[in-house]
């Protein structure tokens, strides 16, 4: 089992602005090897410092997409944490390193056995900055791994200006959210 304490806080050390998401990626990529080696239903695509992670169900009828955010902010963190940013003038003061965590352990559990749908899960750049997902989406990174739907962690307050994908609905676990 994962442990979602030292994963949280590893990510927290090292927030990183979008598509310069290197040691992101790399834990990341470390983790996810881990958690879906040997297993044929599993296929992983990178695409830049993005990766998705498609998980192929037993008899699906849909495609159900899980986001996450990934990159950082160009904020000096001055909290005083034992596991504050190594990153000088970078901070994860958006939560992302919590939905990075969120996002691991929802796949723990995704592939400790063939779910009867199928599951994408997007760990997606640049966010903050340049709308990662539209430009993995642009760039043809998903191929014909189409969500009918997207999922996220509920966020705070600010508005949801930067969309995955326009034509696919995202919504939160709580309550729906109104595509752009």
């Not at 005083?80 to 929802?106: I, K, P």
């Amino acid at each position: 089992m994962l442990d979602y304490l030292k994963i949280r806080r590893d990510l927290h050390q090292i927030p990183e602005i979008g598509l310069e998401e290197y040691k992101t990626h790399a834990y990341l990529m470390q983790v996810i090897d881990g958690l879906t080696a040997g297993l044929n239903f599993v296929e992983i695509r990178t695409w830049r410092t993005g990766i998705l992670v498609f998980i192929k169900g037993s008899s699906p009828d849909k495609t159900i997409g899980w986001r996450t955010d990934i990159d950082g902010l160009p904020i000096v963190e001055d909290t005083g944490l034992d596991f504050a940013s190594t990153h000088e003038g970078r901070m994860h003061a958006c939560g992302h390193d919590m939905h990075m965590t969120v996002a691991l352990g929802l796949l723990e559990q995704a592939v400790s056995s063939q779910p009867m749908h199928n599951l994408l899960f997007l760990f997606q750049p640049a966010e903050e900055n340049e709308a990662g997902g539209m430009l993995m989406y642009e760039d043809g990174a998903f191929g014909d791994w189409l969500p009918d739907e997207f999922l996220r962690s509920p966020c705070a307050t600010r508005p949801q200006g930067r969309r995955v994908l326009p034509l696919i609905e995202e919504r939160s676990l709580l309550a729906p959210v109104k595509s752009s």
